[in-house]
């Protein structure tokens, strides 16, 4: 069975920085790429950013493209999010998603508020 679990999210003032983090268990984790995604209140869900299986190939949604940096590190069976430069409108629940099975994590919330 797949398991996800977010962890880093918080309350942060604009401009701040997190690091979220997502340990995965259950598969083999080089064999899948990752994806985060966030959904704000009263929005649908949203992909922010994407990694393959070993990190050569990231994209991110225009939103986040420069502020934010996805990796993996699969010796830890983790995929990572750097947050930097947060705006207000980056409030949301985080979710990391695998995207060969299609499992979520339970999310971690963001909140950036001054």
């Known amino acids: 069975q797949v398991q996800l679990v977010e962890s880093g999210g918080g309350l942060v003032q604009p401009g701040g920085s997190l690091r979220l983090s997502c340990a995965v268990s259950?598969?083999?984790?080089?064999?899948?790429?990752m994806k985060w995604y966030r959904q704000a209140p009263g929005k649908e869900r949203e992909l922010v950013a994407e990694?393959?299986?070993?990190?050569?190939?990231?994209n991110y949604a225009d939103s986040v493209k420069g502020r934010f940096t996805i990796s993996r590190d699969n010796a830890k069976n983790t995929v990572y999010l750097q947050m930097n430069t947060l705006k207000l409108e980056d409030t949301a629940v985080y979710y990391c998603?695998?995207?060969?099975?299609?499992?979520w994590g339970q999310g971690t919330q963001v909140t950036v508020s001054s």
């Open positions: 998603n695998v995207a060969l099975s299609g499992s």
């Open positions: 259950g598969f083999t984790f080089s064999s899948s790429a």
């Open positions: 990694i393959s299986r070993f990190g050569r190939v990231r």
